[in-house]
């Protein structure tokens, strides 16, 4: 399994970002899908996540602002950012997690900054 986060950055308060994951391994078009993130000082958290039939789920922190969404063709997973906060500023990881939907392995995240 390999996952390659990128389309990170430093933005302002209420800027939009959207996060590109490359996914290799495995067959993604089954696989639910996740963003997780991890703040400096904290412990990782889930973002969203996508099941394999393109349901989405979202943390209470980020939902009405962040989008996820797959394109299996390409083996792609996304995160749609919008009207960023400070809180948000972490390294962003996506996931495929495995059974009782715990982590699976982790790849190269990406710095996402929000200054105010």
């Given at each position: 399994v390999q996952l390659q986060a990128s389309g990170g950055g430093t933005v302002e308060a209420g800027s939009s970002l959207r996060l590109s994951c490359k996914a290799s391994g495995f067959i993604f078009?089954?696989?639910?899908?996740?963003?997780?993130?991890?703040?400096?000082?904290?412990?990782?958290?889930?973002?969203?996540?996508?099941?394999?039939?393109?349901?989405?789920?979202?943390?209470?922190?980020?939902?009405?602002?962040?989008?996820?969404?797959?394109?299996?063709?390409?083996?792609?997973?996304?995160?749609?950012m919008d009207s960023l906060k400070p809180d948000d500023t972490a390294v962003y990881y996506c996931n495929r997690p495995g059974p009782s939907d715990t982590p699976g392995s982790w790849g190269r995240g990406t710095q996402v900054t929000v200054s105010s």
């Open positions: 078009k089954f696989n639910q899908m996740a963003w997780y993130r991890q703040a400096p000082g904290k412990e990782r958290e889930l973002v969203a996540r996508s099941s394999s039939e393109g349901t989405s789920t979202y943390a209470d922190s980020v939902k009405g602002r962040f989008t996820i969404s797959r394109d299996n063709a390409r083996r792609l997973l996304f995160l749609r």
